[in-house]
């Protein structure tokens, strides 16, 4: 059975800093491409970033590269999002899902994934 769980979300300032994590199970997580998805309210869910299998490569949007840092562990089958100089345009619902090709944040195409988890809420205040 595909669970995924996201966490780390919150309150925060504009310019604070906030550590999202994605516990999965049931997925070949380390065969995947993974990445992290957000979606504000009003607008589609959008790719933020992505990370290869090896976790060596990434991919960022242009509105959170430079701040946002995405890493994995294999062994425990969790992602990681390190997010710093928070800008209250970061409020949203984020997400995690695998996304092959990194095409979510590439192209803007939200990967066909069934088992989407309940996301983990940003608010950020200006």
């Known amino acids: 059975q595909v669970r995924v769980a996201e966490s780390g979300g919150g309150l925060a300032q504009a310019g604070d800093q906030l550590r999202l994590s994605c516990i999965t199970s049931?997925?070949?997580?380390?065969?995947?491409?993974m990445g992290w998805f957000r979606q504000a309210p009003g607008k589609e869910r959008e790719g933020v970033s992505c990370?290869?299998?090896?976790?060596?490569?990434?991919f960022y949007a242009d509105s959170v590269r430079g701040r946002f840092t995405i890493s994995r562990d294999n062994h425990k089958s969790t992602l990681y999002m390190q997010m710093n100089s928070l800008k209250p345009e970061d409020t949203a619902v984020y997400y995690c899902?695998?996304?092959?090709?990194?095409?979510?944040?590439?192209?803007?195409?939200?990967?066909?994934?069934?088992?989407w988890g309940q996301g983990t809420q940003v608010t950020v205040s200006s």
């Open positions: 899902a695998p996304d092959p090709g990194c095409r979510g944040v590439i192209d803007g195409d939200s990967p066909d994934f069934p088992y």
């Open positions: 049931g997925l070949h997580f380390e065969r995947d491409a």
């Open positions: 990370i290869d299998t090896r976790g060596v490569t990434t």
